[in-house]
């Protein structure tokens, strides 16, 4: 009987075989639509989601399967709104996509539909397309739903499939029950959104486009299926990992533990031991340490750098003003118009005076928002530039206010490739409704409304050849050269040994040399001292530029002094870790 065991080792086993068959039951796959089409109908036309699961944000992937059997060519028109609601903000996100097939060809096109961000807390988002075109059953409408997405420490997790249930089991065996006082989001556990929130993806059955990755905050692969995907497609992964994901590569057998590798504004984190071991480094990449999913580019700068002080930007009610307009029409419609304009002998004339009135009362209304607040609009913008020499990219990363006045146009041309929010409104605790469209490079709708104070986050991979570069990193200091459009000021850099150096200024085209750092500056370009800063990086205040920061709405004027932009980075010369 000595083999009975200890009543904790008997749990253990129950959470184990728990922890399987709750793999089984939640297991990812991705979503097939098959959509109806009229009867005899020489077409088919089928839409894949990879994972199957709700996207948290940049950029939901679709495949779409057309088979056109007919003797001519075809057009179909496909558009998606994402109808998001949930505490801040609620509304739609439209897009429109076009697809040409010829006759008797079988067709896959790959696109990437926006997805609203800016919610906060549990934001459920549905899926709305409507199809048009020939052999459609009438109406082509159908929706479907991915279930939700939580702004929340876990955010979502894709794992290849030979690792999904390893991994499944993992979080069920180290997690079996929510402590007590343990922060729940929208309800659930830290445990119960981790596991609703897994999609199964194989990185080489899917195109060669960060976007693909863009909904995720962390993706899973063993390191071997990392070393066989091809150049394009380990590509795409590091430019999701610049933009703020963060990469696990799980070893098959044991590997020796190495620090993670910052890269632009995430990481790649090799782990230590395979995924179903209880490590704590795979709950700390998972994020259940941490209290809240922070937005990419958070840790680039300071919190100061990145405090816009949205207060300063609102637009003040004007009540006493707005008592005065609101008496004066009062008494001018009311006690003036019947015993004046409109006497008992005429009361006739009230069916013109009454608009006549409302009319004066409008154009008084509209010239007084005019001189106050004016056409268009001001604000403030913050933006963190990463240099990626060793790939001629950089990631950006952007936050703005602005408050408006009267707009008269309020689209505005964005690259299709930019991931851009509305961020939710503190003071609407049951969600503003928003319409919102973007269609290929140009956004529409909602994104800036008359008379209203709004922020954005902005994020974008761009090509681009500048770089600062470590022309001589021997002798007594180090000497750097810049191609950078704009001057670098407060210039710091952290070299391999861990000793960091400054200039007061590094000007393009000009090599400088560097001296020991003594402190001092307007503390935005040391502040990422106090966190994890690599051996090799810089960090100086630069200035705008051509192309950043990256441009919205034109008829806004964006403060000088407010328009803030830093530059980070590896210097081109230093010796990767």
Known sequence: MSGAG???????????????????????????????????????????????????????????????????????????????????????????????????????????????????????????????????????????????????????????????????????????????????????????????????????????????????????????????????????????????????????????????????????????????????????????????LAAPGDALASAQFWDLDAKKWQIGLQAGWLTLFVLTFGILVGPVNLFVFAPADRRHRLFFTVPALSLAASAVLVGVIIVGD???????????????????????????????????????AVPADVVISLEADPAMPYGKAVALRRDDDRASGDWFASRATQQHALRRLMASRERVELVSPGGAAPVVQSTVGATLREFTYKDAAGRLWQADAVPPGTRVTLRPWSGGGTGESVAPLAGAWAEGQFFARGGRSDTLPIPTLGSIRWSEEEDRVLYTGRLAGEAAP
């Open 374 to 412: 004016g056409f268009g609009g001001a604000g403030a913008r913050r933006t963190v530039v990463v240099l990626l020499p060793q790939q001629n990219q950089a990631a950006v990363f952007q936050r703005q206010v602005s408050r408006t006045g009267l707009l008269r146009q309020e689209g505005f």
């Open 6 to 292: 200890t009543p904790g080792a008997g749990w253990r086993h129950l959470w184990a075989i728990a922890g399987a068959l709750l793999a089984v039951v939640l297991r990812a796959a991705d979503y097939e639509h098959e959509l109806s089409m009229a009867p005899g109908a020489a077409t088919d036309i089928r839409l894949t989601v990879p994972g199957g699961r709700a996207p948290s944000g940049g950029f939901l992937p679709v495949r779409v399967r057309i088979a056109n059997r007919a003797a001519d060519a075809r057009e179909w028109t496909l558009d998606l709104s994402m109808m998001m609601q949930g505490p801040g903000l609620s509304g739609q996100l439209h897009s429109d996509h076009r697809f040409v097939v010829p006759a008797g060809v079988t067709r896959d096109f790959f696109i990437f539909a926006p997805v609203p961000e800016g919610g906060d807390g549990r934001t459920g988002v549905m899926v709305n397309a409507v199809m048009d075109g020939p052999d459609v059953a009438a109406g082509g409408h159908f929706m479907f739903s991915l279930g939700y997405t939580w702004n929340s420490p876990v955010g979502s997790i894709a794992v290849e499939p030979a690792l999904e249930q390893e991994l499944r089991t993992f979080l069920g065996a180290k997690y079996p029950e929510v402590p007590t006082g343990a922060p729940t989001y929208g309800g659930h556990s830290p445990l119960g959104q981790a596991l609703e929130r897994i999609s199964a993806m194989r990185p080489e059955s899917w195109p060669a486009d960060w976007r693909i990755w863009s909904s995720h905050s962390v993706v899973i692969l063993a390191d071997d299926t990392w070393e066989r995907l091809d150049g394009a497609r380990r590509q795409a992964l590091l430019d999701w990992v610049a933009l703020g994901g963060r990469l696990l590569l799980a070893p098959v057998g044991e590997r020796l533990e190495r620090p993670p590798l910052l890269h632009g504004a995430g990481r790649i984190v090799r782990l230590a031991q395979p995924v179903g071991r209880t490590k704590p480094e795979l709950s700390e990449s998972l994020g259940f340490h941490e209290t809240r």
